[in-house]
């Protein structure tokens, strides 16, 4: 609570300090009070000092009245002065100088004297400066000192100063004046103690409340200052001193006009000061102060009148708050809300623009809606944009040049970067360029077709850090644009960018698209994308056929099986040691493999699933077909070796044997039985042919063949070996069904064929053959592995029988496999018509269903315009020779001494020789005399044909028959082919010797004799 006083000094005092305690009010009462008994008993003492010096009776006062004098007044003036002293020493030093002062005065004077007074005071102060038990100790006190006093007077009992002077009062009235005395100091004391009571509350009260303000004075943030009417500061914050660097005692009483106020805000404040003078209650305002280190601070001041208790204007007080920031704060936010509303409106522009933008997919239209919406920002007279290809910039898109002029011009130029300064400054820097009047511009090209442009305004199109192309506005007048059109259209140009960008990216996409769905189109395996919920969301054509034939399933279905396979099963791995899962299905039989791949997605919604489908039907029987043709092969390898060693042994068991029945001495009875095993021989012949046929090594002598006419006549054979109750028949289209065929070896793989049909037809059926040409190109497809492109005839022998079980078809081609009963079939007659259709380079296939037939499908190469070589006539055979010299070369030592000794039964006159080398020694020694060289063709050391050569070169004319086990390769028969030489197969019997002599001997033509069969 604030006590304002006149004195402005005073009233400073008084703000700037705390409302004081009872205590301290005490204490500053009781300096007041000694200071002012010290005067009066100053004065008094100096008064009576006069007095008595005036009247001359100074010298006779005793030396005591003297001593005590001086005594009092040497104490008063000390405890008067010792403010540090305890207010309770100090007061009890006042009361026992009152309560001396009063006794003496009534010792000595009686009741006309002043020890009422004294002893009232006395009473008064020890109200004032003790508590109240003290104070009622005190007027107990100067009661009884008064009633003591009074007795001795009364009753004589001591001799008393004042009874000399005065006459003493008789009992009833001194007791009266005593009862008086007691009750006005009990009532002096009760207001007394009352009124402290009092004060301490209100003191109390003003103290707590002072010590609030002043808290919430210095912890605010607001500045408050006091100001006596003339503007001196009184009061002055710690806010303040914090805002402005100065502290109070450096302000106090300094004008304020003075010290932090700029020019303009000393004329506000004085004005604001007339108007609270004038008597206004409140004036508001906004100033600047200025802080120590001259930073400018704006302040909102609140300025009120502080009145007396006369209603008249004592202080001023203003509250102030530093808005220095705020408005700061104020006014960026005003900023940018402007610059967020033209952003705003820029945004929406550009979104606009956007949307536009990605509407479009092709580039061209991309090009014109940029033109078209750059209108709308910065408005123009004509425009194009240039995109970078390589080290030149192309006009792609262009406006209004045809209404301005320069469209032939700019349509579609193309220009070196390089060139044009204001292009290479814009790529390089990629900032925008204006040019506010091309006239006045060295870097603008001046072109009579473009004369027109005054302003040019050019944008980059920048794509994250490259630039990709520009954009020109043209305006016929100067300064038509602006930075602020630069800088709201390079947003403009960067989504255009982007747009572009997302233009060509989506024509590549989508030719990316088609490229992929050309792929999915043509792969032949099925390609599926299955979702979280396994539902089918692409399949490419293949899949889609596959998902009828597993699963009955299309696009868009949730696909639980495939076959009769789970599709959870088959989303797992595969097996361990497969790659592949496997689907088999029945009626028809068709295989497929799968494998799944998840795809791994960050929610489990978005994962699926790509599955690769393959129909391997085909593909598993042309395996098949292929590991059957590589197991035949080595099969055919084996048998092909063993018939060669079987060969010698029966050739030269049937030589021997033929030379023995026609012995003269041999008995009619040993006759027959060798004559039996001649016969047993030659069925052992035919049987190692067959071996041959089927490896593919036998002899064959290939020559044009009409296939529609062999088949009429082995139809017509047919029919009359073949049971009744088999329906034979012919089909064939008109055309030419030519090829190069061994007929004797063909006549025989169909032969069996029918053979074995007729065997699967025990109750009759139908057999037919058919026959179709076709031409294989190279996109085709084979129907077997293998086959090569060209023109081929296609021969069926189908039959309605029991057919084959699918177990055994794998098998149907290899040597001594049969299911007939043992004695009824040996096995080699599938295997001997699949090696004579391999050397005639053909292919076969077969295909069985149990119950309804089985089907042959022999593919033959057909032949092209090939003349027909007539049968030449059987040549008559000599019997003997006619003594000429052989030189016989044979590395099989029972082989050869066999053919030796037919020779010499012939006779020939034999030289023999067990291998080449050894046949060169013998031939250069005589030449001369040898004929004819009959040698093996498959020997150690050297071979029959390099024999042959080196003999040629010995003598050119020499002629040679060559023997083997092997059939003979096409090399071989080559390179034997320039002299007279025939050669023979192994087993060959007496007659075929004799007449490849005789051919060789006569000069006869090339043909070579067959062997047995």
């Known amino acids: 609570m604030l006590n304002l006083v006149t004195n402005p000094q005073q009233n400073d005092a008084a703000f700037s300090q705390q409302a004081l305690t009872i205590r301290e009010w005490r204490q500053v009462i009781l300096q007041r009070v000694l200071q002012g008994g010290l005067i009066v008993w100053l004065l008094t003492v100096a008064g009576l000092l006069l007095y008595f010096g005036q009247n001359g009776v100074l010298a006779e006062l005793p030396g005591v009245v003297y001593g005590l004098t001086a005594v009092l007044t040497i104490g008063l003036i000390y405890i008067t002065r010792a403010r540090k002293l305890n207010l309770s020493l100090r007061a009890g030093a006042m009361l026992i100088f009152l309560y001396a002062l009063g006794t003496a005065s009534l010792w000595l ?68 004046d005593l009862g008086v005395f007691l009750a006005l100091n009990t009532a002096l004391i009760i207001s007394i103690t009352y009124l402290i009571d009092s004060l301490e509350k209100t003191l109390e009260s003003s103290l707590t409340e002072q010590k609030f303000v002043s808290a919430i004075l210095e912890t605010s943030g607001a500045l408050v200052v006091l100001f006596d009417t003339d503007g001196r500061i009184v009061r002055f914050n ?16 300094q004008m304020i006009w003075d010290l932090f106020l700029t020019a303009e ?74 610059a967020e509303r033209q952003q705003r409106l820029l945004a929406e522009t550009l979104r606009e623009v956007t949307l536009a933008l990605t509407a479009q997919i092709h580039p061209a239209d991309v090009l014109n809606e940029i033109l078209r919406q750059v209108r709308r920002i910065v408005p123009y007279k004509a425009a194009h944009i240039s995109l970078i290809e390589g080290e030149n910039l192309r006009v792609a898109s262009w406006q209004g040049y045809n209404t301005h002029g320069g469209e032939e011009l700019v349509a579609n130029l193309i220009q070196p970067i390089d060139r044009f300064a204001i292009d290479m400054e814009v790529i390089r820097s990629g900032q925008p360029i204006i040019i506010t009047d091309t006239r006045q511009d060295p870097r603008w090209i001046t072109l009579e077709s473009t004369s027109w442009i005054r302003s040019h305004l050019v944008v980059p199109l920048r794509l ?13 007048t100067p300064g038509e644009f602006s930075p602020q059109d630069a800088e709201k259209l390079q947003p403009i140009a ?66 639980t099986h495939l076959g009769p396979e789970p599709i959870t099963n088959l989303l797992k791995p595969p097996p361990q040691g497969m790659l592949w899962h496997e689907i088999t299905l029945k009626n028809p039989d068709r295989t ?38 590589e197991r035949l092969a080595m099969v055919g390898q084996l048998a092909a070796g063993i018939a060669h060693d079987f060969n010698n042994i029966m050739t030269v068991i049937i030589l021997y044997a033929q030379m023995l029945v026609k012995s003269p001495h041999l008995p009619p009875d040993l ?80 032969m069996n064929l029918a053979v074995n049909a007729r065997d699967a037809m025990p109750d009759g059926g139908s057999l037919t053959i058919e026959l179709t040409r076709f031409s294989l190109t190279d996109t085709e497809a084979p129907p077997l592995p293998d086959m090569p492109p060209g023109e081929w005839i296609r021969l069926v022998v189908a039959d309605t029988g029991v057919g084959i079980p699918p177990e055994n078809l794998p098998r149907v081609f290899d040597p001594f496999f049969t299911t007939k009963p043992p004695g009824q079939g040996t096995g080699l007659g599938l295997a001997q018509v699949y090696g004579i259709i391999k050397q005639h380079e053909g292919f076969i296939d077969v295909s069985s269903e149990p119950g309804k037939g089985t089907k042959f499908i022999l593919y033959l190469p057909a032949a092209a315009h090939v003349e027909f070589i007539p049968e030449e006539p059987e040549m008559e055979l000599v019997a003997e020779g006619g003594g000429e010299t052989i030189l016989v070369v044979e590395d099989d ?108 001997l006569s000069h006869e033509s090339h043909k070579p004799v067959e062997g047995a069969s």
């Open 592 to 629: 497929f493999e799968l494998i799944a791949q998840k795809l791994e997605a960050d929610t489990p919604e978005q994962t699926g699933w790509v599955l690769l489908i393959r129909d391997v039907t085909e593909s598993r029987r042309q395996q098949q077909y292929l590991q059957a043709q």
């Open 265 to 338: 805000g000393v004329a506000l404040t004085k004005a604001v000061f007339e108007q609270i003078q004038a008597g206004e209650t409140f004036s508001a305002y906004e100033s600047f102060w200025l802080t120590r280190d001259g930073s400018r601070r704006l302040i909102a001041w609140t300025t009120t009148p502080l009145l007396d208790q006369n209603g008249r204007l004592e202080y001023i007080v203003s509250t102030g708050i530093d808005i220095t920031e705020q408005k700061a704060s104020e006014a960026e936010r005003e900023r940018l809300l402007i």
């Open 494 to 559: 960067n989504a255009a960018a982007i747009a572009l960008e997302n233009a060509r990216l989506h024509q590549e996409a989508s030719r990316q698209a088609e490229r992929t769905r050309q792929i999915l189109d043509s792969v032949q395996e099925g390609i599926l994308l299955l979702d979280a919920n396994y539902a089918i969301q692409v399949a490419n054509p293949a899949a889609q056929t596959y998902l009828q034939e597993l699963a009955h399933s299309r696009p868009g279905d949730i696909l």
């Open 464 to 476: 994250q850090d490259r630039i990709i192309g520009l954009l020109r506005l043209d305006g016929d």
């Open 238 to 253: 710690r806010a303040c001193e914090q805002l402005t660097g100065y502290t109070f005692a450096e302000v106090k009483h």
């Open 671 to 750: 006759q027959e039985r060798m004559a039996t095993i001649v016969r047993q021989a030659k069925l052992a012949a035919n049987l190692i042919a067959q071996i041959l046929d089927f490896s593919r090594r036998s002899v064959m002598e290939r020559r044009p063949l009409n296939l529609v006419s062999f088949l009429k006549e082995l139809v017509r054979m047919l029919k009359r070996t073949l049971p009744e109750n088999i329906n034979l028949h012919l089909d064939y289209h008109e055309g030419e069904y030519t090829l190069l065929a061994d007929l004797t070896r063909l006549q025989q793989a169909i």
């Open 893 to 1000: 030592e029972v082989a050869r001494e066999a053919i030796c000794a037919l020779l010499e039964m012939l006779n020939y006159r034999v030289v023999s020789a067990g291998d080449g080398e050894e046949a060169l020694k013998i031939f250069r020694q005589r030449s001369k005399e040898i004929s004819l060289v009959v040698s093996d063709m498959v020997m150690p050391r050297m071979n029959g044909a390099v024999l042959y050569e080196r003999l040629r070169e010995l003598r050119s004319d020499i002629k040679m028959v060559i023997i083997s086990g092997y059939p003979f390769e096409d090399r071989d028969k080559l390179s034997l082919s320039e002299g007279i030489v025939k050669w023979l197969q192994k087993p060959f019997v007496m007659e075929q010797m004799v007449a490849a002599i005789n051919a060789a």
């Open 109 to 176: 004077r009686g009741p006309t004297g002043n020890a009422r007074i004294f002893y009232m005071t006395f009473v008064a102060m020890a109200a004032v400066f003790m508590d109240r038990r003290r104070s009622i100790a005190a007027l107990i006190m100067t009661t009884l000192t008064t009633a003591v006093i009074f007795s001795l007077a009364t009753f004589n009992l001591v001799r008393v100063p004042f009874s000399n002077l005065v006459e003493f009062p008789n009992i009833l009235s001194w007791m009266t």
